[in-house]
């Protein structure tokens, strides 16, 4: 990997780029049990209810939202690791959620995924080099010969050493961790990456390689990603467009840049309100959007629009009669008139950095 | 670049006189694999109604610090210097007269609010054991009085009805104004809050900082605010304290550190930093490497192996906090003077290419032989320059001029 970037790719989609991942209505409900001896189903937790994206070829979609809005269970229901329970979810026109294990498997050296927790996701008792040639192996792409070859390849492609393809993964930093994730990931040679806080667990001197390493690969490689985080100003960073969540639902979609300048759903204005910024004199002149409350339980939300017990325009800024619709309507995301769509009956765009 | 004097910063300096004085503060643990030297002759000083930041990454040992000055680590933890409440010494203390200051007069916000309150307990209860254990002079029905107040103070809706929940019934967000309500319930001098919003979703976040303003406003306690989070810094603190390897590498006003960063850690962090006002997407410029090992530390500079400006001249010896242009602004970097004056930026000093090439374990054991052959060969050997490499933007004669002066 150089570090004189070459300049900077078109990744502005052509009108006639068709997306590689169309994702329409998805729901995952996650059944609650009774107490009784007959475990009867007696509610569903909404983890994810009803959501569209679309990732367009060698592009970054942001999925943002905090704890609990449903964000990594899709990323999982989009792979079928916990099979969706509604919707669809197709790649390059392929219907994946009817699929069953055996014939996804050829489609998985397309889709794969990088975890959140370096950690947890290399397995402590094999060598790098079984980590990443694992799925060379399963996927019978190369011989046992070629395998040290090919894995030493997509070592230097992640920035790690090669020669330290016998080392364990407690020998390398966390950061480094993350790397053999990506290159495990890499190692089909996918067309389109899940990330799931790919970064989280990092500290930012080592998030900041990890991203720039990000960006050099689809870059380099013609990746598309799915980028699900929590970090909004990794994602302003590293997204091309980017959807909100609250609570299963998504609120706002729009380019990166319009959704910063000009957010136009109050959920997605807070957020970005609430995000501090490393910059003393701006910080302390800095009006918050400050929200009441917690998140309503996804297993029973709130009628209507989801977000309107902690709206600060639904709580100070609307009469009566207007509420009503929020009460009983469940706002489409449509475009009304901010240049982008937002699912608020009520959306105005604001300049809040 | 902003100007040097801001009307925001200057009604928020503190009155003059220190609260807690940290002088030389070290702590060692030992293990099995050495003694582990967590935290490095660390000094500060708070005065009251001050903030001060300490940030620094994970092992930096910022955690230990505030550990050490209330009295909470291991009784194996090995610590020495010297920490003055109110010129009254608190190392070496009895944990029984620790008891008497902590709670009453230095106050602690836990990082995990999960688990800093009994789960057994009624909130109202923990609350009211505060008040009633440092004075048993206040009856059990004014404590509970106290404790609605102090929910209330915190922002807990229907304080009086929520008083006999259980920690369980409530969540983090609530949980984190609770344990600032039993942190401000006896009018504490000091707070120290340890990663207070770490474990919180930012709207969250937000609203627990603006909690921990009103309990600040309301006590006028001098409060110490530790965090990775450089953002929460910004907004909340008067002066920063950067801790490296468990060290402090800058001191200074937060504007100061800010705009003016003049140790090159600082420096690197700021630049690693995605900015959500940062239309641009500039490159990041991520700082290779990884902290040393805290078990014998090979010695000078400990950001050396991982600085880009770093000479052999940095083995040497571990710098001091060297003064900068600005009062009360330190650093610790032999090359500082250098950088009196002028805005260096990370994307001129650090490079933004994505490898990660070294181990930690090699790195440090690189290190070490290398220090065992005297400095001059691990110049030859490691590959570091002998002359510093140049700054850009620095006349080189300043390097000169600093010499002459050394």
């Known amino acids: 990997m150089t570090s004189a970037t070459p300049a900077p790719p078109v990744r502005q989609r052509g009108a006639d780029a068709e997306p590689v991942l169309t994702v329409r209505g998805l729901e995952k409900y996650f059944p609650i049990k009774g107490g009784g001896l007959i475990r009867r189903t007696v509610g569903n937790i909404k983890a994810v209810d009803g959501i569209d994206l679309d990732l367009y070829p060698g592009e970054t979609l942001g999925l943002v939202g905090e704890s609990g809005c449903g964000k990594s269970t899709t990323g999982r229901a989009i792979l079928h690791l916990q099979p969706a329970t509604g919707g669809s979810v197709k790649y390059n026109g392929q219907e994946l959620t009817t699929l069953n294990r055996r014939s996804m498997r050829p489609l998985r050296r397309e889709i794969q995924i990088v975890f959140q927790d370096p950690y947890a996701s290399l397995n402590p008792r094999l060598p790098v080099l079984d980590i990443v040639g694992e799925p060379l192996i399963i996927h019978k792409v190369v011989s046992k010969s070629q395998l040290r070859g090919r894995v030493n390849e997509l070592l230097e492609l992640v920035g790690l050493n090669p020669e330290h393809n016998n080392r364990y993964p407690h020998e390398f930093s966390g950061g480094q961790r993350q790397r053999i994730g990506i290159a495990r990931a890499l190692a089909l040679q996918p067309k389109v990456l899940i990330l799931d806080e790919p970064v989280s667990a990092l500290d930012v001197s080592i998030q900041a390689g990890v991203v720039n390493l990000l960006e050099d690969l689809r870059d380099q490689l013609g990746l598309s990603y799915l980028f699900i985080a929590h970090d909004l100003s990794v994602v302003r960073h590293t997204s091309d467009r980017v959807s909100v969540m609250y609570l299963g639902k998504i609120v706002e979609t729009a380019g990166t840049d319009d959704l910063f300048d000009r957010p136009a759903h109050p959920y997605t204005q807070s957020l970005l309100s609430a995000i501090p910024i490393p910059d003393p004199q701006r910080e302390r002149r800095r009006k918050r959007i400050l929200l009441t409350g917690d998140v309503p339980s996804p297993a029973n939300p709130p009628s209507g629009c989801r977000f309107r017990t902690r709206c600060p325009k639904f709580a100070n800024q609307l009469t009566d009669d207007q509420r009503e619709k929020c009460i009983n309507e469940d706002p489409p995301l449509i475009d009304r008139g901010n240049g982008h769509p937002s699912a608020c009956h009520y959306a105005e765009a604001l300049t809040l950095l | ?406």
């Open chain 2, 1 to 406: 670049m902003a100007t040097l004097t801001d009307p925001a910063a200057d009604q928020r300096r503190p009155s003059a006189d220190a609260v807690l004085e940290v002088e030389d503060l070290n702590v060692r643990f030992p293990t099995d694999d050495g003694i582990v030297h967590a935290v490095r002759g660390v000094s500060f000083s708070l005065r009251t109604g001050e903030v001060l930041g300490i940030v620094g990454e994970s092992g930096s040992g910022k955690s230990v610090t505030s550990l050490a000055v209330m009295g909470l680590l291991p009784s194996s933890a090995n610590i020495t210097g010297s920490v003055l409440f109110r010129d009254r010494q608190l190392l070496g203390l009895k944990d029984a007269e620790l008891s008497a200051v902590r709670g009453k007069s230095i106050a602690m916000v836990f990082q995990d609010p999960m688990t800093s309150l009994d789960p057994v307990y009624k909130i109202g209860n923990q609350i009211a054991e505060t008040v009633r254990q440092h004075d048993k002079s206040v009856s059990r029905a004014a404590a509970k009085a106290r404790a609605v107040d102090l929910l209330k103070l915190v922002g807990i809706p229907n304080a009086a009805d929520r008083i006999d929940s259980y920690p369980h019934e409530f969540s983090g967000g609530m949980r984190q104004r609770v344990v600032i309500a039993i942190a401000i319930a006896n009018q504490p001098e000091v707070i120290i809050a340890d990663e207070p919003t770490t474990a919180l979703d930012v709207t969250v976040q937000a609203q627990v900082l603006e909690v921990l303003k009103t309990a600040q406003d309301e006590t006028g306690a001098a409060t110490v605010l530790i965090t990775h989070d450089l953002g929460v810094v910004a907004g909340m603190v008067d002066r920063v304290l950067v801790m490296y390897a468990g060290r402090a590498v800058e001191k200074g006003t937060v504007d100061d550190v800010f705009y003016r960063p003049k140790m090159p850690y600082s420096i690197g962090l700021l630049g690693s930093m995605p900015r959500i006002d940062a239309g641009d997407r500039q490159r990041l410029t991520p700082i290779k490497g990884s902290p040393p090992s805290l078990i014998n530390p090979p010695p000078g500079c400990p950001f050396g192996p991982r600085c880009p400006l770093h000479y052999s001249k940095c083995d040497e010896q571990e710098p001091d906090l060297y003064p900068t242009e600005r009062p009360d602004h330190t650093a610790a970097c032999i090359r500082v003077n250098e950088l009196v004056g002028v805005d260096v930026a990370a994307e001129d000093i650090f490079t933004d290419d994505s490898s990660d090439l070294t181990l930690g374990a090699e790195a440090a054991i690189g290190e070490s032989a290398l220090a065992q052959q005297g400095v001059g060969d691990a110049a030859a050997v490691g590959g570091v320059p002998t002359e510093p490499p140049p700054i850009p933007g620095v006349d080189p004669d300043a390097h000169r001029d600093h010499e002459e002066r050394a």
